[in-house]
């Protein structure tokens, strides 16, 4: 390494911020604790509290602060990397733009909402000769990774089937699937690209094969008007029925206080007070029944892989855990995941190993896999090593998820 390479790399890396919400500040806690690695210089957020928060944190002048990330790049203020956490139809166009200025990418999912985009975005960034790193964490969660640590042991012979199970919750889905800013594939996109690009990911690593015909089956079968109990009300504030709806908003926001985390109090205001507007006029306080979501309530996408495993994903919205739960069939033995414990059971010797994975829950940032994913951006920026989560992996899922709408809009099966 030559004297300015090595000077360099005894800087922190200067990034910049683009989206300032809940995803952004995850990833912050990692710049915040590494000032010796990296440095927050700019940010770019349409929202003035968040932008203005996030500022302060950080000690920021008020020039290096920007509404949209137009006039952060415009600005010519120096950075490195950036960091993109805006929603999932505003990733394409800042991500190119940052590659086109020479800056390396941590790119939340999913990387574009086609797979053109997609494409594109990974060939500017191996024409440019950056990192582009797709915030995949499944792969630095140290559950999955013993999933993956134990097929690779080679101990349980070679895969046959997997069965993945999403299990989103039916919460999650209320707040964000049917009310929320998710419910629509024109705003937003496709329920499978925005909820399970992580899951179709991880069963390409674990597994290691290509899929080679795919077909999915899905729709909106319950969230929608015909559905609606006779006597039902627009908004659960005034519903009749509310006391015993499971979806009722009131029990969610006001009784159990879950699911407001993104409910931003402004000056003089308490996160009650937004429960309470929500109640009365917002998305959140909408009858299910009567939102305007279009996207699915179930989905299901099975895979035939290039060496013949059958791989199948599920994703269940009426769930009450928000987790995932697998089965993996191999020649000799059978590894399986509950959410929280993973059990490898050998058909030979018939032991099973068990590894509990419970107290990871109270760790928080998805087990540390969040910080983890940062830190090996950070790492490879600064040092040019290839991170697990690079965007040449994450191509083939997003490509799967493409197809897999394909199919449930056509009814038929793709081959790749
Ligand atoms: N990797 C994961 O595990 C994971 C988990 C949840 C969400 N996500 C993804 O992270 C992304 C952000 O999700 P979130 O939960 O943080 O949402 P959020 O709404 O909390 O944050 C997004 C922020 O981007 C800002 N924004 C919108 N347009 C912008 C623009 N043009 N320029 C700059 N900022 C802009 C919004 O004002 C908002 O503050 C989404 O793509 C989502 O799919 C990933």
Redesign the pocket.
Known sequence: MNSIASERIQEPTPVAA???????RTYMHYVAQNPDKVRLVAI????AA?REAMRRDFGLDGDAVFE??DSLFASGIRFDAVFI????N??YR?AMMALERGCHVLL???IAQNYDECLAVAELAKKNGLTVSV???MRHHPMFLKIKELIDSGNYGRIITVSHTEEVGIDRATHSYVRG?LNNERTSNPMLL?KSC?DVDFLLWITGAHCRRISSFGSRLWFRGENAPAGSADRCIVCPLEERCPYSAVDLYRRRKEWTR?FIPGPGQTVDDIVELQLREGRFGRCVYRCDNDVVDNQVVTMQMTDGMIVTLTMNVFTQRDCRTIEIGMTEGQITCNGMTVNARNFRTRRTETYDFSPLARVGF?GGA?LALVEEFIDAVRTGSKPVTSIEGALEAHRIIFEAERSRHTGETVSL
């Open positions: 683009i989206g300032a919400g809940n995803r952004m770019a957020e349409p929202d968040r949209g990330y956490a805006t929603p999932g505003e990733h800042p939340e999912k999913p915030c995949h964490v800013t925005d992580h993104n998805h969040d």
